[in-house]
């Protein structure tokens, strides 16, 4: 009942929607970085929104399965491909014991999922499986290491039209939240930062992404450290966006301007270094009616989960 590693590549761990309520104990979301690509592999198979997958980040995996297994792939094409043959994604797969489950060099995006029916049953710490490398929870996958999951039969065929598949080549418009301390920039700066298409530096992971462009001016004053989200876009003091993703820690001292729309950052966990970022303003009431709408899609309850824009 598993997945046995014969090449783990470049990163390759297993993530759920991460740790919502652990903040105060100074612990990071976690979680996938393409909340999208991740729901629907869930969706087609028909497990619950929580159930964990492997996040694949550039390929150069090879996995054998060591049981007939119900998978789905979604996320960035990675030349996915079954005991050597191309295989489509965005679709509900079955699998026999043996088959030899491949992704190679990017070609749209660098950020896949496999999702399994029913999740994988790796260790939970904190209530979520979600490896943190930064924070020393769980580790990245090796090889010949072994993926526990359950065995299953049966085909859902299940799959995504195409019109619907995102076009992870399309320019990256990050809709801004603006923070309690947008005020606290003036309008020529509010004008550079909205102006001006940033670049995706190197300094760019799981924490957060750290973006080139023309500098903002600003005061050189120390904050005080204090609580920060996912998606929060700092103004580091060399004046650049850096925008903090999944594993960032809870609390830091920059200001921001503001926070990126969570569906959003969805596109930006897809994208690598040298890619042209633009940002523009959302309102609240728009933020929330998309988020709700994706929620109710994907079966995301409110009573177990904090309604995220």
Not at 64 to 72: G, T
Request: aromatic letters at 10%.
């Amino acid at each position: 009942m598993s997945f046995k590693v014969i090449k783990p590549g470049f990163l390759m761990t297993v993530q759920d929607y991460g740790r919502l309520t652990h903040g105060e104990q100074g612990l990071a979301q976690s979680g996938v970085m393409d909340e999208h690509a991740y729901a629907w592999g869930n969706y087609l198979l028909g497990n619950h929104y929580f159930d964990a997958a492997l996040e694949i980040i550039f390929g150069s995996v090879e996995l054998e399965a060591l049981d007939d297994m119900l998978i789905c792939v979604c996320g960035a094409d990675l030349d996915f491909k079954i005991n050597n043959q191309i295989v489509d994604i965005w679709n509900s797969i079955q699998i026999q014991k043996g088959n030899r489950l491949s992704w190679h060099l990017p070609k749209h995006g660098i950020c896949t999922y496999l999702a399994v029916k029913n999740g994988f049953e790796t260790q939970k710490f904190f209530n979520s499986r979600s490896v943190n490398l930064r924070e020393h929870i769980g580790a990245k996958m090796t090889q010949d290491e072994i993926i526990t999951c359950q065995a299953s039969i049966g085909q859902l065929d299940r799959f995504i039209e195409p019109k619907y598949i995102p076009n992870y080549h399309q320019e990256v418009v990050l809709r801004l939240l603006p923070s309690y301390q947008y005020s606290e920039f003036s309008d020529a700066q509010k004008t550079l930062f909205f102006s001006q298409t940033y670049t995706i530096s190197n300094a760019n992971d799981r924490t957060g992404c750290r973006l080139q462009g023309a500098p903002i001016a600003i005061k050189k004053d120390k904050m005080i450290s204090e609580g920060m989200s996912y998606g929060s876009v700092e103004i580091s003091s060399d004046g650049l966006p850096i925008i903090l993703l999944k594993d960032a820690p809870t609390i830091g001292g920059y200001l921001k301007i503001g926070t990126v729309f969570s569906l959003d950052l969805a596109q930006l966990a897809q994208q690598q270094s040298g890619t042209k970022v633009r940002f523009e303003l959302m309102t609240i009431h728009q933020a929330q009616k998309e988020r709700l709408a994706f929620n109710q899609f994907f079966g995301i309850g409110a009573n177990s989960i904090a309604l995220k824009i």
